[in-house]
Structures are given as C-alpha cells and as structure tokens.
C-alpha cells in the first residue's frame, strides 16, 4: 500500500467577516447604511459604468453598479435582489448600491414585498 504524505496548514484560513446587510425599501435606504437588500425591476442599463437602474414597483429607482460578470448576466425587465454596499453617488447627493450579489427575484410580486416590507417594521 503506498500512502502519499500531504502538508496541512497549522493555521486556519482567515475570513474577514461582512457587515449584516439589511432589508431595505429603495425609498429607506440611508446614507449610514453599510449594507443592504434591496429589490426591484431591472429598467435600464448603462454599459459605460456596468450598472444597472431598479424600480421598486412603487416608482423608487436606485443605482447599482456591478462587476462586468455580473453585468453581463442581466436583462432589462428582469425582477432581482441586489445585496450590495451602500457607496456615494459621484454626481449629487445620491447613494448608489456597489453589487456583490445578485438574485434571481422573478417569482416574487414587487408591490406585494413592499408591503411585506412596510409591515415588517412594526
């Protein structure tokens, strides 16, 4: 029987730990918040800036700029998720939302997870 010797690590990889990201409405997301969840409509996108514009079914839009792999996945009309950091918007005194992930929200009734949403801060 031949047995191969393997190195192991002493030390454990290091994962640097993510802020929480809250649910937000696009009309509640603030200036202070570091992380957020937000849905809505895919309604534009800017290829200069591989960014996406999302409408919340209520007539709120939001910014979210995204890596070009996960740009070239989305598709104008499509319901999504965005998890992302909430950055300054260049222009004004906007905020936009840095994309780290994107999901897949096309089941889900925008208006009705507003509401969902409003209720849930009571």
């Known amino acids: 029987m031949l047995l191969h010797m393997v190195e192991i690590s002493e030390q454990p990889e290091k994962f640097k730990k993510r802020a929480v990201a809250f649910e937000r ?9 570091i992380r957020v969840k937000v849905a809505g409509k895919i309604i534009e996108k800017e290829d200069s800036s591989s960014s996406i514009l ?10 979210v700029l995204l890596d070009e792999s996960l740009y070239d996945n989305q598709i ?5 998720r965005v998890i992302g950091l909430v950055i300054p918007a260049l222009q004004g005194n906007e905020i936009e939302i840095k994309g780290e992930v994107i999901q897949d929200f096309s089941k889900v009734d925008l208006q009705l997870y507003d509401k969902y949403l409003s209720n849930k801060k009571l």
């Open 25 to 33: 409405k696009i009309s509640d997301v603030k200036k202070e918040d």
């Open 54 to 63: 999302i409408e919340d079914g209520v007539g709120n839009k939001m910014r």
């Open 76 to 80: 104008i009309g499509s319901k999504v």
